[in-house]
């Protein structure tokens, strides 16, 4: 894991980013992700010079350990899926691949990277706190490397067809209440449930039945 072109580098600037973690950018403009302990204290004092071992030892064993440290801190807010670890990482300056990979295995081997659970709670929070469709969800979980098969299993399983129709029927009542031009809330309406995600079928079915005059107060059950 030899670093080139070491011959003249030193410690160019050092940012706190959180907590004990701080980011450390060489005179050659080269950035590190350094943990402020017994081993990484050195590190943290600009215009330190730095010989091609230091270099391999920022890059190494020391990414290792910020790297660890970054990872727990990120997951202690919420789940997160391997894409985001890796892109986290990789933010910071920790691209050595087989510093990169341990990383991720010892996660994985610990249970923190877990996709389908990750999938299954982002799914339930949303439902039940910002109900969407399954289109919605679909993008929110591809965009943070879910894979399509957990997608679609974790979807199938907390929203069926009739959970999807009865949570953008109660948007839509929400919405209609009230309003004197069932036309124009009707295009807003239509507007909310695609943005939200829910399928083309029923959003035009529920549009449709305002239209009728089938669906009307928030409290009101369709003929």
């Known amino acids: 894991m030899a670093i080139d072109g070491a011959a003249s580098e030193s410690v160019a600037e050092v940012r706190r980013r959180w907590g004990k973690l701080y980011s450390v950018r060489t005179s050659s403009g080269r950035t590190f992700l350094v943990l402020k302990d017994a081993l990484g204290e050195r590190y943290l004092k600009t215009d330190t010079a730095l010989a091609a071992e230091d270099l391999e ?5 020391l990414a290792r350990t910020a790297g660890m440290a970054l990872a727990y801190r990120l997951l202690a ?5 391997e894409r985001e670890i890796r892109s986290a990482l990789e933010k910071e300056g920790i ?7 341990d990383v991720l295995d010892t996660l994985r081997r610990q249970g923190y990277l877990d996709d389908r659970r990750l999938a299954s709670s982002f799914v339930r929070f949303t439902l039940g706190h910002k109900p969407s469709g399954p289109h919605l969800l679909r993008r929110k979980l591809r965009a943070a490397g879910v894979r399509e098969e957990v997608i679609e299993e974790e979807i199938g399983e907390d929203l069926p067809p009739e959970r999807e129709r009865e949570l953008a029927l ?9 309003a004197k031009d069932r036309a124009q809330a009707v295009r807003r309406i239509h507007g909310l449930l695609s943005r939200r995600g829910f399928s083309d079928r029923i959003v035009n079915d529920i549009c449709a039945a305002i239209l009728r005059g089938t669906i009307s107060g928030e409290n009101d059950e369709e003929d």
């Not at 691209?95 to 990979?101: A, F, K, L, Q, W």
């Not at 109660?170 to 009230?178: I, N, V």
């Open 57 to 61: 030892t920022l890059a190494g064993p």
């Open 77 to 81: 807010a919420r789940d997160r899926t």
């Open 95 to 101: 691209v050595t691949p087989e510093v990169v990979g």
């Open 170 to 178: 109660g948007l839509a009542r929400r919405r209609l209440k009230g």
